[in-house]
Structure formats: C-alpha cells, structure tokens
C-alpha cells in the first residue's frame, strides 16, 4: 500500500485506520443508505474483512441488522455511518468513503440500486449505473435486496 488511510467520526470518538488500499467504490442509492445516512445516496468502498482496524474508540462502536443480509456499523455517541457488512460477502466489509480524513483519495466507480434514487438527486456523471445490484455481484443467492 503507497499510502495510509485513515478516518473516523464527527465527534472524534472512534477512528479507524485501512490496512489495505480500498478497492470496488461505488455509490449506492438504495432506501436503506439514505436513511442511514440521510442524504440521497452514499458511496462506499470495501477492503478485506480485519483490514479495517479501529485505533480509537472501537469499544463506542455500535451495530445493527439493516438488512436480511446485512448489518451496519457506526459511533454510538455521534450516529457517523461508517460499514456495511453482508452474509453474501464475508470475505470483505464496506466502509463510508466520506469517513476517511481525505475522502477525494477514494473515487466511485459505478451507482447501484437507482431505480431507489431520490428524484431531485442527480450526479451527472457517466459512471454506469444498475437498477439494483450490479449483475456480478458475488454471492447474490438467496438475498432479499432492499427497495
């Protein structure tokens, strides 16, 4: 890895630290992101599972199951998003890119569920952008995708 990436909270009370280059970043427009994070859409990004590393504050760290298929992690004492893990991919976790201390180091790649996006809510670009999941998916079977 060329750099170091790190990030944490609003407030300051957890922060973490990557022990891999983030890889397969991406926006996501479903119902559950937005609510989440309550903005139109959130990009993550994934590194293998234990490569993201709380160096302060893990014990504030809270979770809950948001999905079928999938828990969120985020500060206790300030409510930040910062993961994503699900069943169908336990080989990784997704993190909020927008935690990191330099957010613009990690660029998305593609959009997912915008058949969920917010009306209004339009990015302009020309990264490709799926319905639901992305058809490649790994581990798809048997999950239920949020609307």
Not at 11 to 24: H, N
Not at 40 to 49: K, L, R
Not at 54 to 68: N, P
Not at 93 to 101: E, G, K, M, P
Request: hydrophobic content about 35%; glycine content about 10%; some cysteine.
């Amino acid at each position: 890895m060329d750099r170091t990436f790190e990030g944490g909270c609003a407030c300051g009370a957890v922060r973490y630290r990557l022990e891999s280059t983030p890889f397969d970043a991406g926006w996501c427009h479903c119902r559950t992101c937005q609510l989440n994070s309550g903005s139109p859409a959130m990009v993550f990004a994934s590194v293998p599972a234990g490569h993201l590393v709380w160096t302060k504050g893990g014990d504030r760290v809270k979770s809950f199951a948001s999905s079928s298929f999938g828990h969120r992690s985020f500060c206790g004492d300030c409510g930040t998003p910062f993961l994503m893990q699900v069943d169908h991919q336990p080989e990784t976790v997704d993190f909020s890119v927008a935690t990191l201390d330099e957010p613009g180091a990690v660029a998305p790649s593609y959009h997912i569920f915008v058949a969920s996006r917010i009306a209004w809510f339009d990015t302009r670009d020309e990264l490709p952008r799926h319905d639901k999941f992305r058809p490649d998916t790994r581990g798809l079977e048997g999950t239920e995708p949020p609307a």
